[in-house]
């Protein structure tokens, strides 16, 4: 049903829209479907098409969002073949700091032949990046939080 007055929402997770929707973005509803919980928007694309509704909030919602993020460790090795295992302070909008562990592929790998005892191995609040280079943490940790999955990657300092 397309209304004179567009109502408003907000994004608050990409999902897997990251061409086409940016998180904490106010965008307007071309058609709103109640009964698939759809609404149909135009994206960052300019290509109009249908997404899910809980993708979205009213417009005028708070959405907490990454706002810089810091090593806590020293870093000996940058390279993916680091075994090192780097935290992370990462800050928010609404002034919130949480932590996480960083490793790489090999690092995790390492990790899992020292530790595994047992049938099972849960990691929490670990982050698997390509190397420690300042780029691609960067890259990783927006990547998350685009996606409305940083927040539940890490835990309250």
């Not at 408003?8 to 965008?27: D, F, H, M, P, W």
């Not at 909008?93 to 562990?101: K, N, T």
């Not at 940790?141 to 940083?150: A, G, K, P």
Request: net charge negative; glycine share 4%.
């Amino acid at each position: 049903m397309n209304n004179e007055k567009k109502e408003r929402v907000i994004c608050q997770s990409a999902g897997t829209y990251v061409n086409a929707l940016t998180r904490v973005k106010e965008y307007a509803i071309v058609v709103n479907d109640e009964v698939k919980q759809q609404i149909k928007i135009v994206g960052d694309n300019g290509r109009s098409r249908w997404f899910c509704k809980s993708l979205f909030l009213p417009a005028g919602s708070h959405v907490t969002t990454m706002v810089s993020w810091q090593y806590d460790d020293e870093i000996k090795d940058k390279s993916e073949k680091s075994l090192e295992h780097i935290e992370v302070t990462i800050t928010f909008s609404d002034g919130e700091m949480r932590w996480c562990s960083l490793c790489t592929k090999n690092g995790l790998f390492d990790y899992i032949e020292r530790n595994m005892e047992g049938c099972v191995f849960l990691i929490e609040n670990k982050i698997i990046v390509q190397n420690f280079s300042d780029e691609v943490v960067d890259v990783a940790l927006r990547s998350l939080d685009q996606q409305n999955q940083l927040v539940r990657s890490t835990k309250p300092l």
